[in-house]
């Protein structure tokens, strides 16, 4: 039990038993939560997979999504009737009224919570008439609620007190903030960043205009999700794996200010919300969070707050509304549980279940005791499978020709119904890695076999001008095997002293008997050789 868990890979620790890992080693299907979760989880676990591709490694993703008659507020449910494109069409006054209705809400909430907080707090009645004038409902309303681990970054908006009280004061152009949060019981750090908040909206001078509430709680999620005009996410890119409050208020007409993370990296579309700048190369924590900080407060400050301010002779900012319209017609159908259980169906449930009936088979599990059985002896004779030779001869001088590929693999105790060869090729990059490589398997050769060695052969296209690579590799290969890299077994081109198998995959910094094809000399193919 505890070696299904061992990180037994490079840069892992043995030592350590990993619940990840014993979970995809005994997964057959494996996703993240979002499309760019998916992207992190595979290069964070390809280590599992040594030898492919980091886009080979068998970790797709479903995007989460939200249960819309939990969260939509009974306004927006009466604009829609369950169809987005009439929410979309409705008249601007209308949309406007229903998003002055819910801010007003929140308004209404917002102060009886931070009455009751403050009573907690030991303060009297007497002290607390000043939060009759918290907030305004006409005023643009941010919320942002969140557990309170430190990547979520609860206070990066406390990076220039300065320049946040500059925003949430401005006589022309206001804004106010509505902050909930909790942190884990055992969590220090967390706790600190809650009293960092507290502390700065308990000054007299900011505290009409941002309002933090403890014990974030399903009620005060409802009322914030729906009465923010916009909703705040800023994670340190790339660690929120999805995130759905933003999903919550954009099908309330609620419009995003996020970092491009989770959900929002895939979805944005710059016409739904707004990009908060992330410094993804900036080594320095500090420094990061005091350029994404800066930047947040300049996109509050010079493009959400004047187009939420922008009136038409009606009182209606007709180019947020734009905004609000186009959250619907591109976010509403997308992030709801609907569309997510759809695609986990589809992708994955049903592909399991066929999976699982063929291994049932027709007498007693017989086909999963024979792949079991199978799997046994692959890994045991894999350490006899090597590429002894390779080579190539292109056919013509100009693209539309075929490179002809043809390798000698010895098998050991294996045979060729066990594996498969394949040429994975494609345009180099300058370190002779290939990009986006395609794969072609080659055919053995019945007459080409003795003592183990085993002749293939087979064709690539040579149709795209410009530097051309490629390199072999066998690979075990079964009906029942879910992707060819479930194993975790591959074998190139034997390495020169001092490199390892590992070395070899495409994405590394090695790459053995990479053959690079010149547009002005297409059959002069470079000798095979393995190098930096």
């Given at each position: 039990?505890?070696?299904?868990?061992?990180?037994?890979?490079?840069?892992?620790?043995?030592?350590?038993?990993?619940?990840?890992?014993?979970?995809?080693?005994?997964?057959?299907?494996?996703?993240?939560?979002?499309?760019?979760?998916?992207?992190?989880?595979?290069?964070?676990?390809?280590?599992?997979?040594?030898?492919?591709?980091?886009?080979?490694?068998?970790i797709g993703s479903v995007t989460n999504g939200v249960?819309?008659?939990?969260?939509?507020?009974?306004?927006?449910?009466?604009?829609?009737?369950?169809?987005?494109?009439?929410?979309?069409?409705?008249?601007?006054?209308?949309?406007?009224?229903?998003?002055?209705?819910?801010?007003?809400?929140?308004?209404?909430?917002?102060?009886?919570?931070?009455?009751?907080?403050?009573?907690?707090?030991?303060?009297?009645?007497?002290?607390?008439?000043?939060?009759?004038?918290?907030?305004?409902?006409?005023?643009?309303?941010?919320?942002?609620?969140?557990?309170?681990?430190?990547?979520?970054?609860?206070?990066?908006?406390?990076?220039?007190?300065?320049?946040?009280?500059?925003?949430?004061?401005?006589?022309?152009?206001?804004?106010?903030?509505?902050?909930?949060?909790?942190?884990?019981?055992?969590?220090?750090?967390?706790?600190?960043?809650?009293?960092?908040?507290?502390?700065?909206?308990?000054?007299?001078?900011?505290?009409?205009?941002?309002?933090?509430?403890?014990?974030?709680?399903?009620?005060?999620?409802?009322?914030?999700?729906?009465?923010?005009?916009?909703?705040?996410?800023?994670?340190?890119?790339?660690?929120?794996?999805?995130?759905?409050?933003?999903?919550?208020?954009?099908?309330?007409?609620?419009?995003?200010?996020?970092?491009?993370?989770?959900?929002?990296?895939?979805?944005?579309?710059?016409?739904?919300?707004?990009?908060?700048?992330?410094?993804?190369?900036?080594?320095?924590?500090?420094?990061?969070?005091?350029?994404?900080?800066?930047?947040?407060?300049?996109?509050?400050?010079?493009?959400?707050?004047?187009?939420?301010?922008?009136?038409?002779?009606?009182?209606?900012?007709?180019?947020?509304?734009?905004?609000?319209?186009?959250?619907?017609?591109?976010?509403?159908?997308?992030?709801?549980?609907?569309?997510?259980?759809?695609?986990?169906?589809?992708?994955?449930?049903?592909?399991?279940?066929?999976?699982?009936?063929?291994?049932?088979?027709?007498?007693?599990?017989?086909?999963?005791?024979?792949?079991?059985?199978?799997?046994?002896?692959?890994?045991?004779?894999?350490?006899?499978?090597?590429?002894?030779?390779?080579?190539?001869?292109?056919?013509?001088?100009?693209?539309?020709?075929?490179?002809?590929?043809?390798?000698?693999?010895?098998?050991?105790?294996?045979?060729?119904?066990?594996?498969?060869?394949?040429?994975?090729?494609?345009?180099?990059?300058?370190?002779?890695?290939?990009?986006?490589?395609?794969?072609?398997?080659?055919?053995?050769?019945?007459?080409?076999?003795?003592?183990?060695?085993?002749?293939?052969?087979?064709?690539?296209?040579?149709?795209?001008?410009?530097?051309?690579?490629?390199?072999?590799?066998?690979?075990?290969?079964?009906?029942?095997?879910?992707?060819?890299?479930?194993?975790?077994?591959?074998?190139?081109?034997?390495?020169?002293?001092?490199m390892t198998n590992g070395d070899l995959r495409l994405s590394g910094a090695y790459q053995?008997?990479?053959?690079?094809?010149?547009?002005?000399?297409?059959?002069?193919?470079?000798?095979?050789?393995?190098?930096?």
């Amino acid at each position: 039990m505890l070696a299904l868990g061992a990180e037994t890979y490079p840069g892992g620790d043995p030592e350590v038993f990993n619940m990840a890992v014993m979970g995809m080693r005994l997964a057959q299907r494996v996703n993240g939560v979002s499309l760019l979760h998916g992207q992190v989880s595979r290069e964070m676990f390809a280590g599992l997979w040594p030898g492919f591709d980091t886009r080979e490694v068998p970790i797709g993703s479903v995007t989460n999504g939200v249960h819309t008659p939990t969260w939509v507020a009974p306004e927006i449910a009466a604009l829609s009737g369950g169809d987005w494109d009439r929410a979309a069409g409705a008249a601007a006054g209308e949309l406007w009224a229903v998003r002055h209705a819910l801010r007003a809400r929140l308004v209404a909430q917002t102060r009886s919570r931070l009455r009751a907080s403050w009573r907690q707090r030991g303060a009297s009645g007497a002290e607390l008439t000043w939060i009759d004038g918290v907030l305004d409902e006409d005023v643009l309303t941010i919320g942002f609620a969140r557990r309170v681990p430190s990547y979520k970054r609860l206070t990066l908006m406390l990076t220039d007190p300065a320049a946040l009280a500059g925003l949430l004061n401005d006589p022309a152009r206001p804004v106010q903030i509505v902050v909930a949060g909790k942190a884990h019981p055992a969590d220090e750090g967390g706790k600190g960043l809650i009293q960092q908040m507290v502390q700065f909206s308990d000054d007299p001078g900011v505290r009409r205009r941002i309002v933090f509430l403890p014990d974030y709680d399903m009620a005060m999620a409802h009322a914030l999700v729906q009465g923010c005009d916009v909703w705040l996410n800023n994670p340190l890119r790339p660690l929120e794996a999805c995130g759905t409050s933003g999903m919550k208020a954009a099908l309330n007409g609620g419009l995003n200010v996020s970092v491009r993370d989770g959900w929002w990296d895939e979805w944005y579309d710059g016409g739904n919300g707004w990009e908060i700048p992330s410094a993804d190369g900036v080594a320095d924590p500090a420094r990061r969070d005091a350029l994404e900080a800066t930047a947040l407060y300049e996109l509050l400050g010079k493009s959400v707050a004047p187009l939420f301010y922008d009136r038409d002779a009606d009182g209606v900012p007709q180019g947020w509304v734009e905004r609000i319209r186009h959250t619907f017609r591109s976010l509403g159908p997308k992030v709801q549980a609907e569309r997510m259980v759809r695609e986990y169906v589809t992708a994955l449930y049903l592909p399991a279940a066929a999976a699982s009936r063929k291994l049932a088979g027709a007498d007693g599990f017989g086909p999963a005791r024979e792949l079991a059985a199978w799997k046994q002896h692959v890994l045991r004779a894999w350490p006899q499978v090597r590429v002894e030779h390779v080579e190539a001869e292109a056919a013509g001088q100009a693209p539309g020709s075929v490179l002809t590929v043809r390798v000698l693999a010895a098998l050991g105790e294996l045979t060729s119904d066990d594996i498969a060869v394949e040429v994975a090729y494609g345009r180099p990059d300058d370190a002779d890695q290939i990009i986006s490589p395609a794969y072609a398997t080659l055919t053995p050769d019945p007459a080409g076999m003795a003592g183990g060695v085993v002749r293939y052969s087979g064709q690539v296209p040579l149709d795209q001008p410009g530097p051309f690579g490629y390199t072999v590799r066998v690979l075990p290969d079964h009906p029942l095997l879910d992707s060819r890299a479930e194993l975790g077994l591959v074998t190139y081109p034997q390495a020169p002293a001092g490199m390892t198998n590992g070395d070899l995959r495409l994405s590394g910094a090695y790459q053995c008997r990479m053959n690079r094809l010149r547009p002005s000399s297409w059959s002069a193919v470079r000798e095979p050789a393995c190098g930096r």
